[in-house]
C-alpha cells in the first residue's frame, strides 16, 4: 500500500461532488442498490474490516446483528460518529474536512443495508469546518440522489468527552445530556420505546417516530464508515492486502506530544510504532528518548522498549495495550508518569458524568491522592489507597470510562513505579501537563483546547 497512500484522506481536500465522482465516488452505494445487503456484508466479513472508533469491533458482524432480528423490533437507525473526543487523536477531522463524499457515501451504504428509517451524522457543534464540509456535500449528494433513501441529518454535540460514547451519542441526538444510558445501541437503540433494565438515563421518547420496539441503531465512527465504499469498489481481497492478518486497510494515525513536530496521516497497519512516530512526528527532539506512549486514554502504557510493537490490533494486544484510536501520545526521558497519571485521571474524573458512584468517587479519589503525592506536603497518603481504588473504580458501571482509569494509571503505577516514589517526586518539581485534547494540527503544530484545565467535575469551566 504505500504506494497508495491516500486512500482515505486525498492530498488535495475534495471540494466538490464532480471531483468526487471523478475519483469513482457513488459507484459503492450504486453497486448496494444493485447486488443488495447480503452482497455487502459479505463484502465487509471477507475485508475484515473492524471499527475505527476505538474498539476494533468487527463491523460486518455489527451491521449484521443491527439488520436482524424482524420487523418486531421496530425502526432501524444509523449514526456515524463524528465527535472525536479521544485525547491525542485527530483523525476524523482531517477526513470530515477533506473527504466529506467518502464519509457520507459509507453512511449510505449502511442505512441501505439495514433497512434504515433515518441517518444521522453527529459532531460536536464546535468543528465548524468540518460541518460546513459535511453540509455542502449533503447538499450536493442529496440533489444527485447519491445518498440513501432515509433522511440524513447532521447533529452538533457538546463538548464532553462523553458525547462520543455511543450510548451517550444517543441520548445528545434524542436531545438530552451526554450522559451514557444502559443498554447498547442495537438493543435499546434511538427513540426506544421498550424499558430500560433498571433506572432509565432518559424519560423516553418526547417526540419522534412512535414505533413501539426497541429500534436497534448502529453506530460507528466515521472513518470506519469510510473505509466501505473503498472496500465495496475494489473489492474485499485488495482490500485485505493490506496491512495485517487481524488489522486490515488503511489507518488514519495521530501522534503528538514530545516529538519534533505533531503530526497525522494514513499508514499501512503491520508498520512499526517507531516508524510511525518518526514519518509524522519526526522522532524526539535531538538529545531525547521516547519514554512512554500512551493510545488515548483508554489503554494501558507502552514504554520506549515497545516502539517496534506493529501498530495493529493483534501486536497492540500483545504488547500489553490496544490501539484505540490509533492516536499516539509521546512522553520523552524527561517527562515524569505521576505527572502523565495527574494528567489522565483528573481528566477523567472532571469527564465522568457521575451517573455511577464507583466512577466518579473513584477517579475523583484517585486524582486527589495522585495530587497529593505529587506534592511535597508532609500529609500525603500512602499509594496503597489508590490501588484500592483503581481495583474499584470499574464496579456497576454503565460505561467504560472507568476502565480506562484503571488500564491507564495502573499500567503507569505497573510500569514505571520508581516514577512514583516520594523521593523522586521530591526532587523534580511535579508539573501540570495539558491534556492533549485536539483543537486542531497545523503545520505541524497541536493546538489543544486551554479552557479543558478550568473544566470542572460538574462540567462548568473555573473562571480565568
Ligand atoms: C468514553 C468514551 C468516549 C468515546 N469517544 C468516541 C469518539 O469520540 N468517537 C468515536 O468514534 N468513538 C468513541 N467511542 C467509542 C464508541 O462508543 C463506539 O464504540 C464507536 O463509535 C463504534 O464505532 P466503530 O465500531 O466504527 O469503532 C468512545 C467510547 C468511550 C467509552
Ligand atoms: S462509568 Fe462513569 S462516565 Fe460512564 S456512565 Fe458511569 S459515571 Fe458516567
Redesign the pocket.
Known sequence: MSSEPNLLLPPRPITSLDDYLALGGGRALALTRERGPAWVLDQLENAGL????????P?AR?WRSVRGGGPELGDRYVVA??????PG?FK?RPLMRTNPYLVLEGLSVAATVVGAREAFVAVKASFTPEIAALERALQEMAAADLLCDAPVSLVGGPEE???????A?LEVIEGNEPMPRWLAPYVHGLYATTPQEGWSAGTGPIEGPATAGSNPTL???????ANVPLILTRGAEWYRDIGTADTSGPLICTVVGDLTRAGYGEIEPGTTLRDVIGRLGGGPAEGRSVKAVLSGV?NPILTGDDLDTPVSYEAFQAAGSGLG?AGFIVFDDTRSMLSVARMVSRFLYV?SCGQCRACKFGTGEITRHLDALASTDESAPDIEIIGQRLRSVTDQNR???GE?EQRVISSLLRRFPEDFTPEVVAVGAPETLLIPKIVDIRDGVAYYDEAQSRKQPDWTYAPL
Open positions: 473492524r471499527g475505527r472508533g476505538g474498539g476494533g469491533f463491523t455489527k460518529n463524528g465527535a472525536e473526543g479521544e487523536t476524523d468527552y462523553l458525547f462520543g460514547e455511543e450510548k451519542l453506530v460507528n465512527n466515521v472513518e470506519s464508515l483508554s484510536s469527564e460505561c467504560f470510562l480506562e
